[in-house]
């Protein structure tokens, strides 16, 4: 549904075609998922031998391997498959068909409840951070096409993370209202973040 809000704030006479949009959801996300989780996971394992320190580790898994590997692929995909778009918000659309198609692999494989799986896919936060991939990479600016979203996704992760890591170490009610108060942080957040997506692409698509 998100998804297509965004394909509808195209002009009628300047769509990328549907076509286009199911190979970037299918064929563009299914590499990059599989690519990032197997990398991942190799990666992630030899990191843990030798860092002790809890919070480090978590900076580095989420920034420097899951955010930095995932947002990677999905770049790599978009760059491909948006060679013929010519405006910005064709960009936008194609990068979002990505992230649309990433969302629901990543949810449905690494997700183990239904309850954060209907949260995932609801905020569908990938799918925002492709809004704004394709969105600076559709105006030329490919260095922040990735870093910006690396940034956004490392941070998201790192604090969900780092919530669940302050309430499962708590051993009073204060310690256990900051864990709290780092994920209600992150949900903010990711709120925040789907809502000014969801403007931005209606901006660009006015232009």
């Known amino acids: 549904m998100l998804f297509l809000y965004i394909y509808t704030r195209q002009p009628k006479g300047d769509r990328v075609s549907l076509l286009t949009c199911l190979i970037g959801f299918g064929l563009g996300a ?36 899951v955010a930095m590997i995932e947002e990677l692929t999905k770049y790599i995909s978009g760059k491909l498959l948006s060679k013929k778009c010519t405006s910005r918000i064709q ?4 990068f979002a ?3 649309a198609g990433f969302e629901i692999f990543e949810s449905y494989f690494q ?3 239904l309850m954060s799986m209907l949260i995932r896919l609801l905020l569908a936060l990938h799918i925002c951070f ?3 991939m394709g969105s600076f990479y559709g105006k030329g600016k490919k260095f922040l096409a990735y870093v910006i979203p690396w940034l956004i996704h490392g941070t998201f992760d ?19 209202l900051n864990g709290v108060a780092v994920l209600l942080g ?14 931005h692409a209606s901006e660009i698509g006015k232009k």
Not at 171 to 176: L, T
């Open 130 to 132: 492709q809004i704004y």
């Open 30 to 65: 299914i590499p990059a998922f599989f690519i990032s989780f197997f990398f991942q996971f190799y990666v992630i394992g030899y990191i843990t031998r030798f860092i002790q320190n809890p919070v480090i580790r978590m900076v580095i898994e989420y920034f420097f391997v």
């Open 186 to 199: 992150a949900a903010i957040g990711g709120i925040v973040l789907l809502v000014m997506s969801l403007n």
């Open 97 to 99: 068909s990505v992230g």
């Open 111 to 113: 997700v183990s409840d």
């Open 158 to 176: 790192f604090l969900l993370t780092y919530g669940g890591y302050l309430m499962g170490i708590s051993q009073n009610q204060d310690e256990s």
């Open 91 to 94: 960009y936008l659309v194609v």
